[in-house]
């Protein structure tokens, strides 16, 4: 059974940085594509970003752009999502997901999922 682990959630001050992981194991990491969602409550479940197989292509939610940095390494089965300037519409459950092949921004095209780590913003 896949298994995607997050970690490096946290509360952390307005215009601070958190770094999260996601370690993967039982798929095969190099031809899966990954993505971050995230989930505030009594929100619907929100694209972040995503990256392709090799690492070359690289999409975000323009509410993003520019703060946050997907990245990964495939001999490491490690998906990472640097946080920057962390905004108060920022907070949420931050979400790991695979899907093979192909990177998209959608949640629901996603095959595998992880347990969510938290994210707060203390302003």
């Known amino acids: 059974q896949v298994q995607l682990v997050e970690s490096g959630g946290g509360l952390v001050q307005a215009g601070g940085s958190l770094r999260l992981s996601c370690a993967a194991s039982?798929?095969?990491?190099?031809?899966?594509?990954m993505g971050w969602f995230r989930q505030a409550p009594g929100k619907e479940r929100e694209f972040v970003a995503s990256i392709s197989r090799t690492g070359s292509g690289k999409y975000y939610a323009d509410s993003v752009k520019g703060r946050f940095t997907i990245s990964r390494d495939n001999a490491k089965n490690t998906v990472w999502l640097q946080i920057n300037s962390l905004k108060p519409e920022d907070p949420g459950v931050y979400y790991c997901?695979?899907?093979?092949?192909?990177?998209?921004?959608?949640?629901?095209?996603?095959?595998?999922w992880g347990q969510g780590t938290q994210v707060t913003v203390s302003s």
């Open positions: 997901a695979g899907r093979r092949w192909v990177a998209t921004m959608t949640a629901s095209e996603y095959d595998f």
């Open positions: 039982r798929l095969t990491f190099s031809t899966t594509a």
